[in-house]
């Protein structure tokens, strides 16, 4: 399991580089400050929780059902939040916004407040 986290982690902080990079060069020409600034959040989202992820990854043994679900919550919430307000962003751009992604991002929200939150509890525990 360490090694699929561990691996995860590096391909969101690769595609957080990069999609930084797409959001800052490629769509610069199509975004608004607004949607340019929500792109951002997304990105930074993303690699936080690519550092953290690659922190426990190394750091769990992953023999709890609590340290699977800190992991579990920190990637889907990553999937859901980022990568939610990229779709919005892009297709809000290209004015055929995707509206089903708009509920989608603050699930993401959630997810990494419950991820932190046990992490949280599992420090206080051991």
Known sequence: MNQIVV?????????AVIFGAFGAHA??????????????TGVKYQ?????????????F??????????????????FLFSFSIYGLVISS???????????????GGLLFVIGWGLLFYYNLAN
């Open 61 to 78: 043994t992953f023999q709890s059902k609590i340290e699977n679900g800190i992991v579990l919550c920190f990637i889907i919430g990553t």
């Open 7 to 15: 691996s995860l982690a590096v391909l969101l902080g690769m595609l």
């Open 47 to 59: 690699m936080y929780h690519a550092i953290v992820l690659l922190l426990l990854g190394n750091y």
């Open 27 to 40: 769509l610069k020409k199509i975004l608004n400050t607004d949607q340019q600034k929500s792109f951002e």
């Open 93 to 107: 751009a290209i004015n055929k916004k995707l509206k089903f992604l708009g509920p989608i991002t603050p699930l």
